[in-house]
């Protein structure tokens, strides 16, 4: 009997499939981070917070660093990391929220965080962990957010921060209180830039701001996710007794002002209420 020789038929796009990339390949978004970091005479803790970013094994990361023109040792600091960091400025500035504001205005990714010098990623794959949040060919969320835990300066676990992020988060969850750490809401840069910080604010225009930006969120109906994970270490220090007071008490006008006099008066009170039974 004579022998048939058939010819296998490849898939048409088999060449398409040789060259994809690695991340073609898992079919996965990689949305590109802008990490902004304020410093002002900050030697004492900010060589932890540029190691933490530039350790990342997520690469698509820039990382902009904002100085208020220090007199200390901070910007001999940021010198040795030159190479790594993607964006450097250093010249006076208005206080703490123009600096953010300036970083904002720099920054090219799909998503903006804030990283207090001090603080620092609990892992070297935390923003790979953000990253995975994303899902494949879905408008990506207003706000990826997670956990936080309180670190002493030594980068040793003290405590879960005592406001959680709640499963689902909306612009009243702030209602209760700043349930998700400002250094854990990472913002759609777009949208970020749409809604600048409120330099009429001293000490909350980090409230203020998460706030907006979720307001702005919910009128585009835009989703916003928890990651379900801790994705930063918060250094553990405190204000002074003075600048505390006066950081509650413009918190107060903060929520008053976005939910309504008389409602915030009366989730203060139950604020007090809670603290005594804690007790």
Same mark, same amino acid.
């Given at each position: ?63 902009? @660093? ?40 720099? &920054? ?83 949208? &970020? ?11 909350? &225009? ?9 307001? @702005? ?30 950081? @509650? ?6 929520? &008053? ?23």
């Amino acid at each position: 009997p004579s022998l048939t020789i058939r010819r296998a038929r490849l898939p048409k796009n088999i060449l398409t499939c040789i060259i994809k990339s690695p991340e073609e390949m898992h079919n996965h978004p990689t949305p590109k981070f802008s990490i902004i970091t304020v410093t002002y005479h900050a030697e004492a803790v900010l060589e932890d917070t540029i190691q933490s970013v530039i350790s990342q094994t997520y690469h698509h990361v820039e990382y902009i @660093l904002v100085d208020g023109a220090s007199k200390d040792g901070t910007l001999s600091i940021i010198d040795r990391y030159r190479d790594r960091i993607t964006r450097i400025v250093s010249e006076p500035d208005k206080g703490l929220y123009d600096a953010m504001n300036k970083g904002i205005q720099r &920054a090219t990714g799909q998503y903006v965080l804030f990283l207090n010098a001090g603080d620092t990623f609990p892992s070297a794959d935390t923003l790979e962990l953000v990253a995975e949040s994303v899902g494949e060919g879905e408008e990506p969320p207003a706000v990826l957010y997670g956990d936080t835990d309180v670190v002493d300066d030594e980068g040793r676990f003290l405590r879960h921060r005592r406001l959680s992020p709640p499963r689902r988060l909306t612009w009243r969850s702030f209602m209760k209180g700043m349930l998700v750490c400002h250094q854990a809401f990472y913002a759609r840069t777009d949208l &970020a830039k749409a809604t600048p910080y409120d330099l009429h604010y001293r000490f909350s &225009a980090d409230v203020d701001w998460c706030i907006r930006i979720m307001r @702005l969120a919910r009128r585009r109906r835009l989703p916003m996710r928890n990651v379900g994970a801790v994705v930063v270490n918060f250094l553990d220090g405190g204000m002074t007794t003075t600048n505390h007071r006066a950081s @509650l008490k413009e918190r107060f006008h903060v929520m &008053a002002h976005h939910y309504g006099f008389v409602p915030t008066v009366i989730m203060h009170a139950w604020f007090v209420v809670r603290s005594l039974f804690k007790k």
